[in-house]
């Protein structure tokens, strides 16, 4: 018994000293780095201006196209504006219910691309979330396929191929345009870009050998950005390059590992590679029984930037052959039923792990399901969250049951207790000796009462996922204030919520729902008598304290789920303390806080 009192000690500050580390030092730390990190990025974006000045480089140069050989190895400085850099080239409108943008016919570069459906902040009126912009800008991001050429192919697509509109002005739902361009050596492309409704392109190149002599070429896929997101990261979230990559399964690689070296994988058939972010992903689906070489790299010539690429096998194409070449690409928002859907439509293998649902995968997706089912048919996913958490207490009841009986047990022998307390007085080890014996003769175990709480930290830690990855909780109101469950309660008690016209720093936010939280963790809490050990006893006196300092910088979802799941254990454990007839002594226990203590003579 006494080593699982230890035991039970020794996990409880564990769990406190590494959350107290992340939240009181380790996200201060993220945030100067944080904004060490975007004053280099102004400082080297100025120097890089003023050498494109001197050399007069253009931007998105390639390296040469020798055999092997993929684009992304010199790179000019982008300096351009958005807009200038959109009216550099002609290019083919896309418009759809999801997105909006344009294709770039240089390279027939999906490098313009806008999500309808998002907006930056909460603000209706805030501008759409912009996912690709063209290399000439400081923030490039786009996508591109193409065709590394050898001696005999001639000029082959790639970064600065011209393509013509064959048919078809503006890319929707229903409307797919066709591109065209033949080279020098007579090879014909004609590319068709079609779109669904969300964030699926396909691409279909049909390569037509109109010469004399055989070519030989291979496709290649690339996903390209300069800038890493702005805010900082933390480690419950991946973001940087991903992908499934044949047999060897789920690849998921940081911007700091690229920065060191390429990153190479062995070749594979099947999968898909891009970059994800929180809520945002780009990704290139290449043709599944072709194998393929994969690379994650970071160049450092001209702009700085982030590339994820694959290049298939070359294959020759004799005098009046053709040959068929369609890939997919997604870009956009990492929807859970979008991204589903598109596993099992196309049969992307584990497609879903864009999501970032972390190594409680079998308890976190499931979790979003319950979640999501109740919000659609309640319209909040508040009250989803609500909803949730009467689940899963009715799953852990007959558990929890077992464990609040044997509370009641205790609580019973509370006496027995104070009889040993007063007979051993100041005989810490005698009385410690004497408790165990007691309860090993009543069939007691002392730290049942902390089994439900031990038990919560899987599901508290999936539904932290759940809230804080899925973009369906983004921008999601509940009811007041919160009118989004994935961001920090935005009042705190150190302003008057408001009141006073200033800010506060992040770790002194502590807002209406920490504070609610706090107070139902510590009535649960007093519910239980306070454990004889003075080092138990300060734990359990200070743990509400230190959990609502910590939860106020955690999502508004999470905190609501915390509070309300207290106030159910509460209920739960008063009927079946009433079932055993054992007294309710929270109003006791609360009044014995502030009772002064008789002075002890010696």
Known sequence: MEKNRNYFIAIALSVLIVLAWQFLYMNPRIEAQRKAEEAMQAQQAAQQSQQTQTTGQTADTPAGTASGTLPGSSQATATASREEALAKSARVVIDTKSLSGSINLTGARFDDLKLKGYRETVDPQSPIITLFNPADTHDGYFAELGYVPDATSGTLPGPTTTWTVASGDKLTETTPVTLSYTNEKGVAFTRTIAIDDRYMFTVTDKITNAGSDPVTLASYGRVTRYNKPTTPSIYVLHEGFIGVLGEQGLNETKYSAVEEAPVTPPKATGGW???????????????????????????????????????????????????????????????????????????????????????????????????????????????????????????????????????????????????????????????????????????????????????????????????????????????????????????????????????????????????????????????????????????????????????????????????????????????????????????????????RKPATTK
């Open 273 to 595: 590679l891009g970059i994800t972010d929180k809520y945002w992903a780009a990704a290139i689906i290449p043709p599944q029984t072709t194998a393929y070489e994969t690379r994650f790299s970071h160049f450092t010539d001209g702009q700085p930037r982030y590339q994820a690429d694959f290049k298939d096998d070359a294959t020759t194409l004799s005098a009046g052959q053709s040959a068929e070449v369609k890939n997919l690409v997604f870009a956009g928002a990492k929807e859970v039923p979008v991204i589903d859907r598109y596993e099992a439509e196309y049969s992307i293998p584990r497609f879903d792990r864009m999501i970032d649902w972390g190594w409680f995968y079998f308890i976190t997706k499931p979790m979003f399901k319950m979640m999501d089912f109740f919000y659609r048919y309640f319209g909040n996913f508040g009250i989803a969250i609500l909803i949730t958490t009467i689940v899963v207490k009715g799953l852990f009841f007959p558990l929890a049951s077992k464990q609040y009986a044997s509370m009641a047990n205790m609580k019973k022998v509370q006496p027995k207790m104070e009889e040993l307390k007063a007979k051993f007085g100041d005989d810490r080890m005698g009385l410690q000796k004497a408790m165990m014996e007691l309860y090993k003769e009543e069939k007691i175990n002392p730290v049942a009462g902390c089994w439900p709480i031990l038990l919560q930290i899987p599901v508290f830690f999936a539904l932290y996922k759940v809230i804080y990855i899925t973009i369906e909780m983004r921008h999601a109101p509940f009811f007041g204030w919160i009118q989004d469950l994935s961001a920090p309660d935005p009042t705190t008690l150190f302003n008057l919520f408001g009141l006073l016209p200033y800010d506060v720093p992040p770790f002194l936010h502590l807002g209406v729902w920490p504070l609610i939280m706090g107070v139902t963790m510590w009535l649960q809490m007093r519910m239980n008598p306070t454990p004889p050990d003075p080092t138990q006893a300060m734990l359990f006196n200070w743990m509400p304290v230190i959990f609502t300092f910590m939860l106020g910088s955690f999502p508004a979802g999470l905190v609501i789920y915390w509070a309300w799941n207290n106030t159910l254990s509460i209920l739960q454990q008063s009927l079946i303390m009433k079932r055993h007839g054992v007294k309710i002594e929270l109003i006791d226990n609360i009044r014995g806080l502030f009772r």
